[in-house]
């Protein structure tokens, strides 16, 4: 450890970051608000509804490639992250804000077609835009789109409630999108893509928010924790596991990949299990269930959405011991989950 | 005029951007949000207390310099720009959500300077920050901040509510900020600075946000639109009469400015009409005044606050049409304001 007074951002990470800054934030907030460290903040707001409060910043060359994405999928995007983490909390999203930094030179077109994305998905999800900011970047395109929603107070689902012997469950493959992220850094040429191909990168692109899932599974009781896999249940179940205190044991077998993901996997030499495990931005929903509810719950989840939900490992006692586990037997996967800060 | 098909962002400008893309959204607004077009969105909340939303994107090199500000200023300054947003709405604020992109070899000291300025001025106003989002930089510094107030529905005061002959008046001196920032930009040094420099330099790095004024001046039957000095009152007057749809005249002799304004405009040969008319990021507070009660309410304010409210021109029929008058003749001005998209 570097001493205090030559310590860089690298050396805390993000998380080093988080626990450094948040400390004294936190200790401050009145007993009926809940800030950092889930995927929302949570105020008062009328009655038994609560007020479910998000933000992301995406920059290009960080968290998209602008010459790469399309301007409506882009728009789309930068939306659909942020309702995720509304789904995340078994919310219903309501309005939001944009912000935008912008060379002079972009075209008004790319802008016509930013807003159609966007727009597209407001009007499935019901979001309203209510302003936000515009500026001119001397550089990169800048993005923050800052989310409001609602959730009835006792349907919502926190990461810090996870128990050990829970069942842990996803609600959608994994991997899809860092297979797309693989597929656009390797610079394959449209005209060289595949069908296969083309799924990766259409749930790269467009990831689906798990709205009407979060809702649902906010109001089974057999639902303890619940998060949006954005960096990768790799670094989530860690978020999980911490807030929590306890462990977790991923079962890799279980983890649910696509068959365009396995195909591709294999054509490119891909890892499958760190692309699955480890790999971010499926924005599918991440839960912890009680194990003696969890089969009814599955059934009433099949019914209702007429898709599974995947049980991928089990909450243990372990405090802070996340273990990969293979057939039964512990395995180690190379990579641990994407970090903003490390370098 | 371009053809459609080759227009650039810096064709349209940042009125004309906000024109092309309000249109969509506004429309779809329900009766009981007021969104895009003032300095808060305006949402339902408790009973009579409505919601204020605002947000504001900073960049280095834009809005900011990182190399000249130092980090407890530009903490302090993150949140006082969103706060002078509420100040305008005549409200209080609630709650803050921080978006931070930094470069990985940030020094963790400056870090804690940035939260310290942040968190004093937060302790001053009740911020409670609620989270936000952290990533890394490729380039530039970036800084968004999203800002959550309250205020009671009948005292809420928009951009659109001027009407002719209505008093136009300052909560404070003008040209302060952009007099620091021709300081800063002009490359002296702290050594060559006297006093003040050092003032106006203070005005620019720590502006203070109008909460009080603002939140007194929304509550006084006579005080009609209102909105903050944050472009210059050049840009922001605009800004006014096209939602009021009236005009403007400004009486240039009078423009409160400061005693140390005048002295480093004659020293340094600035134009200090221009400078106060046109400067931006002062963050007073712009008011438009029913003219049969200004006396008395400039009385009260005096009385309350023990500084004046400093009336500098009169809302016209004239629509559209804003003439600067100095000693009562029409004279131009050079510059008109900030546009972020104009090249």
Redesign the interface.
């Known amino acids: 450890m570097k001493k205090?007074?030559n310590?860089?951002?690298?050396?805390?990470g993000?998380f080093g970051?988080?626990a450094?800054?948040s400390t004294?934030?936190l200790r401050?907030?009145?007993p009926e608000?809940v800030?950092?460290?889930?995927d929302?903040?949570v105020?008062p707001?009328?009655g038994k509804k609560k007020?479910l409060?998000?933000?992301?910043?995406l920059?290009d060359?960080?968290?998209f490639l602008k010459e790469k994405i399309s301007a409506e999928d882009l728009g789309y995007k930068s939306l659909a992250v942020n309702l995720s983490d509304i789904a995340a909390m078994g919310g219903r999203p309501?309005?939001a804000?944009l912000?935008?930094?912008?060379?002079?030179?972009?075209?008004?077109?790319w802008?016509d077609q930013f807003?159609n994305g966007w727009?597209a998905l407001a009007r499935k999800t019901k979001v309203?835009?209510?302003?936000?900011?515009?500026?001119?970047?001397?550089?990169?395109m800048?993005i923050?789109v800052?989310l409001?929603g609602e959730a009835e107070e006792n349907f919502i689902r926190y990461r810090s409630a996870a128990e050990p012997g829970d069942i842990i469950a996803v609600t959608g493959p994994l991997g899809n999108s860092e297979g797309g992220l693989r597929l656009i850094l390797s610079g394959l040429r449209e005209s060289q893509l595949g069908s296969d191909e083309k799924k990766l990168l259409k749930c790269h692109y467009r990831p689906r928010p798990h709205l009407p899932e979060g809702y649902f599974l906010a109001h089974q009781l057999e639902v303890r924790a619940m998060m949006d896999v954005s960096d990768g249940i790799d670094s989530d179940l860690k978020r999980i596991i911490e807030r929590s205190n306890c462990g977790v044991e991923v079962w890799l077998e279980k983890l649910p990949v696509s068959s365009f993901l396995k195909k591709c996997s294999q054509k490119y030499g891909w890892p499958l299990n760190e692309v699955a495990a480890a790999g971010g931005e499926d924005y599918c929903l991440l839960v912890t269930i009680d194990p003696n509810g969890f089969s009814r719950l599955a059934l009433r989840y099949q019914r209702q959405f007429r898709r599974p939900l995947y049980p991928i490992g089990r909450i243990t006692s372990d405090r802070g011991h996340f273990i990969y586990l293979l057939n039964g037997r512990p395995v180690a996967l190379k990579k641990s989950g994407y970090d903003?800060?490390?370098?």
Chains 1, 2 share one sequence.
């Open positions: 205090e007074k310590l860089k951002l690298s050396d805390l993000e970051f988080i450094r800054f004294s934030f401050n907030l009145p608000v800030g950092i460290g889930d929302c903040a105020v707001w009328k007020l409060v998000t933000t992301d910043l920059i060359g960080v968290h309501l309005y804000l912000s935008l930094a912008l060379a002079p030179e972009t075209d008004v077109r802008l807003f727009r309203q835009l209510l302003g936000g900011d515009t500026t001119k970047t001397l550089n990169k800048v923050n800052a409001l903003h800060f490390k370098t």
